[in-house]
């Protein structure tokens, strides 16, 4: 069971794994075990094998899509971490990452940055909006490489929403900028271990520090004290009355996940990939049990 849900996890977005791979995303910590029931998959013709990358689907451009992609992820590497460098440098930002399809190690021409991004208490909104604003007027709002849609604060790090796809956002991010806060981060979200026991720990050993720039810390000088407190609670609110405007199609328990909006935490996740992707696993997990009248034990996705 755990092979299969990993390899139709990723198919989902039609991503192709190793069986090293198959074997450190799943939750069996027996390799034999894994490799028994990649063969089992093969045999019933549930999986297919394209020169050792493993897929639900018989198409082998997708190998393809993949190597391509991979090949323009490392390429595109050295300028995400220089824009992580430029968001470390901004007020109040305490740690930088990133996430998305590049962190996984993939990237086409549809691709962008994903930044996920820690910050001081109580000035969360004060950072989002100043990074947005440059994104706005000195990037022409081009969101190709500086996607900055999720932040949280230092005083609240757990991830409340605590199931695979989250576990496997937090088990592939790629820390650039500050290490002490990372490792705080990764503490306070240690129940995601148990989803990838067999994935080695995130690389911390490369996590730089940068010195803030002379106008950020004046900026951090201006909203000292309950002054830049105030301030920021005021940004939360009309960022979150416009959002509010914008998305109501959403449903509002799907808004409150995709578009959060609270002291300690901004998301800004409008297509609810979370959502999209935990029910498309589960419907997609039962109807291949079902069709192949697999005899796993009776567990959900």
């Known amino acids: 069971m755990s092979a299969l849900k990993t390899i139709l996890y990723f198919s989902l977005f039609k991503y192709p794994l190793t069986r090293t791979e198959i074997f450190q995303f799943s939750d069996n910590k027996d390799q034999k075990a894994i490799d028994n029931e990649i063969d089992l998959l093969l045999d019933k013709g549930v999986i297919f094998n394209f020169d050792g990358f493993y897929i639900d689907v ?4 997708r190998i393809e899509r993949r190597l391509k992609g991979n090949e323009m992820a490392r390429n595109i590497m050295p300028k995400a971490v220089k824009v992580s460098r430029k968001i470390a440098k901004f007020p109040y930002v305490k740690s930088v990452c990133l996430s998305g399809a590049l962190s996984k190690g993939f990237y086409d021409d549809d691709g962008d940055f994903d930044f996920f991004i820690i910050t001081k208490p109580n000035r969360l909104w004060i950072a989002r909006t100043l990074l947005v ?37 937090i088990a592939t991010l790629i820390p650039l900028y500050g290490k002490d806060t990372f490792e705080a981060f990764l503490e306070a979200n240690s129940w995601a271990s148990p989803y990838f026991p067999n994935k080695p720990a995130t690389k911390i050993s490369t996590i730089r520090d940068t010195e803030k720039s002379g106008l950020s810390k004046m900026i951090q000088t201006i ?24 998305f109501n199609h959403l449903a509002k328990e799907d808004f409150d996940i995709a578009m959060k909006s609270t002291r300690h935490v901004s998301k800004h996740h409008p297509q609810n990939y979370q959502n999209k992707v935990i029910t498309r696993l589960s419907e997609r997990y039962n109807e291949v049990i079902e069709q192949y009248n697999l005899k796993y034990p009776e567990e959900h996705a």
């Open 133 to 169: 604003l440059y994104k706005k007027i000195f990037l022409l709002n081009s969101k190709k490489y500086f996607c900055v849609n999720y932040f949280i604060s230092t005083d609240k790090l757990e991830i409340t929403e605590q199931n695979l796809f989250t576990a496997t956002e």
């Open 58 to 61: 018989n198409d082998s451009d």
């Open 223 to 246: 909203f000292k004290g309950s002054f830049g407190a105030r301030t920021d609670q005021f940004l939360q609110k009309v960022t979150l009355k416009k959002w509010i405007k914008k």
